[in-house]
């Protein structure tokens, strides 16, 4: 009897469809030095994720290190003069990303309610060795 009482009261989890009904809560992180491979950990789960590139060089955009030192990223390419150089509102629900290549990165994202240690599995709250991620 106690394991169906359990069963009915499941924690926030990755797949937690309420978490991700709801608006996100604000999160930004300005002006990043992504010259060298750097991660910007978010404190819950994302629901959105949107990267501003104001430096003067592309910035590879990945979810592991090895993926932004390797080949699997994405770039925002450095703005023309006057512009604003953007990824499109990702939908994605990660616990970090990895930046680099120029020295002016912008990180905006909506956060839902699930911890990080929630999607964390053995190799950890990354998708780091995930094929297409590196």
């Excluded at 994605?92 to 309610?113: H, I, P, R």
Aim: hydrophobic share 40%.
């Amino acid at each position: 009897m106690s394991q169906f009482i359990k069963s009915y009261r499941a924690e926030v989890g990755i797949n937690h469809v309420p978490a991700y009904q709801v608006s996100g809560r604000p999160f930004a992180s300005g002006a990043i030095d992504a010259t060298n491979a750097v991660k910007v950990e978010f404190p819950y789960l994302t629901r959105w994720v949107q990267v501003f590139n104001n430096g003067s060089a592309d910035v590879k955009v990945g979810f592991s290190e090895n993926g932004v030192s390797g080949s699997n990223y994405f770039r925002v390419p450095f703005p023309a003069a006057g512009d604003v150089a953007q990824s499109a509102r990702l939908e994605l629900k990660v616990s970090e990303l990895w930046l680099y290549g120029t020295n002016n990165v912008d990180v905006v994202a909506g956060l839902t309610t699930v911890p990080v240690s929630r999607a964390s599995g053995s190799i950890g709250p990354s998708f780091s060795g995930s094929v297409g991620v590196g």
